[in-house]
């Protein structure tokens, strides 16, 4: 689900530069983003200053999808993310944080 959103910097100003999860918007839709901005983290529990630095944050009901190599155990991130679009078909309570590999 996407949370919040950082602004394109540089060439891709004006456009989403990225999605916090660190899933990328190609698309720069901000006219499905901007109507859901909020003033503060929807997240239940802290997000990083540096993932947090110049974010915008939305309302989570929307549900995209996004491929990932590792989602870190301690931390709780996707890493390798690549973005593969909106998931209209999905509804935010089927959302589930990935589940760990067995040790």
């Given at each position: 689900m ?6 394109g910097?540089?060439n ?17 839709n ?11 983290s929807p ?30 155990p ?30």
């Open positions: 996407v949370g919040g959103w950082r602004p910097q540089g891709r100003a004006g456009t989403v530069g990225g999605l916090l999860l660190g899933a990328h918007d190609p698309d720069g901000l006219q499905t983003l901007a109507p859901r901005d909020r003033k503060t997240f239940a529990g802290d997000v990083p200053r540096d993932r947090a630095r110049g974010a915008r944050w939305v309302t989570p009901d929307l549900v995209g999808e996004v491929v990932y190599r590792q989602f870190t301690g931390e709780h991130r996707l890493r390798h993310t690549a973005w593969r679009g909106w998931r209209p078909d999905k509804d935010p309570a089927d959302v589930f944080v990935p589940e760990q590999p067995a040790r």
